[in-house]
């Protein structure tokens, strides 16, 4: 990975996930640890306890979080030349959030988007065998329904937006992301 050059590693995950799984990129000078779940927030963590599919878990970012992903996709603009990582644990999330609304900015249909995140999923299996060995049956019973990467999972979040902003753009205008940077922003994603 260290040999793609990355010009920018942002890390979604929380500091006390970094210090319970250390990141591989930790001292790198590219890598940068921005958290995407608000931390003791009650209604994100209310929403977060009600979901029961993915895209609840999303759209309680896009409702919660839209602070934290605007920094994100900010990091992202301000980035040095070069391609940028993103990651967290799984990889499905937070990640495949943000993933969602770049290609979605990046002008990819929505059936496209939706079928890169179900593409996900084959490539987890061996996660959450893990994951599974590590929890009791209990445990597992509450996360196995998170487990799929289903494409109906993107299309409700990005439909979500729709539903109570209209469109991307207006959303991350409303949480402080200017036009002009969501041009700019659309442009180094379409770069080849």
Not at 3 to 17: H, K, Q, V
Request: aromatic share 6%; hydrophobic share 40%; net charge negative.
């Amino acid at each position: 990975m260290k040999a793609l050059n990355f010009s920018r590693i942002i890390d979604l995950r929380s500091r006390t996930e970094r210090a319970a799984d250390p990141p591989p990129f930790l001292g790198h000078p590219a890598d940068l640890n921005l958290p995407l779940l608000p931390w003791r927030h009650r209604a994100f963590n209310e929403a977060s306890a009600a979901a029961r599919s993915n895209a609840d878990h999303m759209t309680a970012m896009l409702d919660h979080a839209a602070n934290q992903i605007v920094t994100v996709l900010g990091a992202i603009l301000d980035a040095p030349p070069g391609p940028v990582l993103i990651h967290c644990h799984a990889g499905k999330d937070r990640t495949g959030l943000i993933a969602a609304l770049c290609s979605e900015l990046a002008g990819q249909t929505r059936d496209q988007n939706a079928a890169d995140y179900a593409a996900s999923g084959p490539t987890l299996t061996g996660f959450y065998r893990d994951q599974q060995a590590r929890r009791t049956p209990e445990q597992w019973a509450h996360l196995a329904p998170f487990a799929a990467t289903r494409a109906d999972d993107i299309h409700l979040t990005l439909t979500h937006i729709d539903q109570h902003w209209g469109q991307l753009d207006a959303y991350l205008n409303a949480h402080g992301l200017p036009g002009s940077d969501l041009s700019a922003l659309r442009d180094r994603l379409t770069r080849t």
